[in-house]
């Protein structure tokens, strides 16, 4: 029994609590006769199945508590989904890569890889997405126009 009721508390006249040494099965020869008449009027069986309804509170407040917890959550995953749409944008709209620029560079018979122009090239594709575009417009113009838009482009930079 001790360990059913431990740590509970309770009111009343020989009622059973914590701070009670003994059971109250045990006390039931020490309690005065006032004790024993109204322990006999309680001493009808009692009704211990709760309904799961009523066990539950049904605050209001617990329900608006959980409902605006999901509505933030909800809300905070939609947020991450547009932040994530909006990064796959930009990363598509950044203009030509690194590498298809170097490729358009590869192609060009005048500039090899040993010469310093390819070096310098490399770096300026680096700088920036309006840069890259820009080599990419090139890409079809004779190789004297883009070797010159380099030799420009690296002057202007501080490449050359």
Not at 2 to 15: D, N
Not at 20 to 33: A, F, M, Y
Not at 129 to 139: E, G, L, V, Y
Request: proline share 4%; hydrophobic share 30%.
């Amino acid at each position: 029994m001790r360990a059913l009721f431990e740590g509970i508390s309770a009111t009343g006249k020989g009622a059973w609590g914590p701070s009670r040494e003994v059971c109250l099965d045990e006390i039931g020869s020490s309690t005065n006769q006032q004790d024993k008449s109204t322990n006999q009027e309680d001493k009808s069986p009692m009704d211990v199945s709760v309904d799961s309804d009523s066990a539950r509170p049904s605050s209001s407040k617990n329900s608006k508590k959980s409902n605006e917890k999901q509505r933030k959550r909800s809300k905070c995953l939609e947020e991450d989904n547009e932040i994530q749409a909006i990064l796959k944008a930009l990363a598509r709209t950044d203009g030509p890569s690194i590498e298809e620029c170097n490729q358009v560079l590869d192609e060009m018979t005048s500039i090899e890889m040993h010469d310093p122009m390819y070096s310098i090239a490399s770096v300026i594709f680096c700088e920036n997405a309006a840069i890259r575009k820009q080599w990419m417009n090139f890409a079809k113009k004779p190789e004297e126009v883009r070797i010159t838009w380099l030799k420009l482009t690296a002057k202007k930079l501080g490449l050359m």
